[in-house]
């Protein structure tokens, strides 16, 4: 780790040679620390050792510029072309660096500041203070937010919806005395005979009577819940 203000005094020889040395190996270390340089230039470098975060200083020397973060266990370098916020996709089960899993944990909105300025308590305010909470997207299906369009109205970003079908209907034709011999029974309903029941106002016509069922399985595949098909993936979500 080297910083240096580049400002080269007027000193001894010997004093001098260390000081330009100094500021070399800043320069080739692209002025690492824990925190920004204290002098600034235009298009500087500066790798913040506490983030493992690569910064570049804009041409008005008034910003740091975010480039990306380096995982410095595996060796890789993960840009920060994708905002703090975003929800991807990933065919692992861990979260890559940079990432945290959208699995509804609570976590310190100091550490994930730039997430926290991203989704703020939408999610949950945790314990109000100093926590907030990410999305809880595991076994979800993700729908895009209606946002005034009029598809999916009275819908809040982030909002939870519940599952349902829409209505599934049937026809019965011919429910009447001569059910056994003529009654038409279609689609999700199964006509079943052999049953007997009073058919008349003073209960003297017994003859054979029938029921209906209704079930689904019948026409359809079915489950304990309403899903397309679908591939498992791990949502997480971009500090």
């Not at 939870?160 to 309903?189: C, K, M, P, R």
């Amino acid at each position: 780790m080297a910083q240096h203000d580049y400002n080269i005094a007027n000193q001894t020889a010997s004093s001098a040679r260390t000081d330009i040395n100094n500021a070399l190996a800043a320069i080739v270390s692209n002025n690492s620390g824990t925190s920004a340089p204290s002098s600034t230039f235009a298009n500087q470098w500066w790798y913040d050792t506490t983030n493992n975060k690569l910064y570049f200083r804009n041409e008005g020397n008034t910003a740091w510029i975010e480039l990306g973060q380096l995982d410095q266990v595996n060796n890789k370098f993960f840009s920060s072309g994708t905002p703090s916020g975003a929800v991807m996709n990933f065919a692992q089960s861990t979260a890559p660096t940079g990432w945290l899993k959208a699995n509804g944990q609570l976590i310190s909105r100091a550490t994930y500041a730039s997430l926290f300025s991203a989704i703020g308590t939408t999610y949950g305010a945790g314990d109000g203070t100093t926590t907030f909470k990410v999305p809880d997207l595991r076994g979800e299906f993700v729908r895009g937010w209606d946002d005034s369009r009029g598809v999916d109205t009275g819908r809040s970003l982030g909002s939870l919806q519940s599952w349902a079908i829409e209505n599934i209907t049937g026809v019965l034709s011919y429910v009447a005395e001569t059910w056994n011999y003529h009654g038409i029974a279609d689609g999700v309903f199964t006509k079943q005979t052999g049953f007997s029941a009073p058919r008349t106002p003073d209960n003297t016509d017994s003859s054979p009577a029938g029921q209906i069922t209704f079930d689904a399985s019948t026409q359809v595949q079915t489950s304990t819940e309403t899903r397309p098909r679908n591939v498992a993936l791990l949502y997480c979500i971009k500090i």
